[in-house]
């Protein structure tokens, strides 16, 4: 989601211009880089916690030319998410797990042993795809 679609569809709930939701989007988001500039630290309940750590110099290595490579330390922002939205992701998992579940019985059910996005893609010859979409084939 962009911010643009946040925009959108907070202006839509709140019967809000465009215009005017778009800089109290802004606004909010500018106040939190603020805050971390300034503090290091912002706790928004029930969201999470954006915070501001030190991430130490390290060697690396340069992945086109096997060289070693000196990675001075530099400043990151964190984020972990409160218990509200853990919770609601959680659900989405379990959610995704029982869809999962029913694909599979009803697989069964029917006499087809592969669920439709593992089929091997028929006449094509194409080799089945991996049901997650994370991760990679392994062709």
């Known amino acids: 989601m962009t911010k643009k679609e946040i925009v959108k569809t ?6 809000m211009t465009q215009l005017r939701t778009k800089e109290i989007v802004q606004k909010t988001f500018d106040a939190i880089v603020e805050t971390l500039v300034e503090e290091g630290r912002i706790e928004l309940r029930n969201f999470g916690v954006f915070e ?6 390290r060697k690396a290595r340069n992945p086109r030319t096997g060289d070693k ?7 990151v922002v964190t984020f972990k998410p409160g218990k509200e939205m853990e919770k609601r992701v959680r659900e989405l998992e379990l959610a995704e797990a029982r869809r999962l579940a029913e694909e599979a019985q009803a697989s069964q059910n029917s006499g087809n042993p592969l669920p439709p996005e593992t089929s091997t893609g028929g006449e094509q010859g194409l080799e089945s795809r991996p049901s997650d979409p994370y991760q ?3 062709w």
Do not use: H, L, M, W
């Open 136 to 138: 990679p084939p392994s």
């Open 69 to 75: 490579v000196n990675v001075p330390e530099k400043f």
């Open 52 to 57: 501001v750590k030190r991430r130490a110099a």
């Open 10 to 15: 907070i202006s839509d709930q709140i019967g």
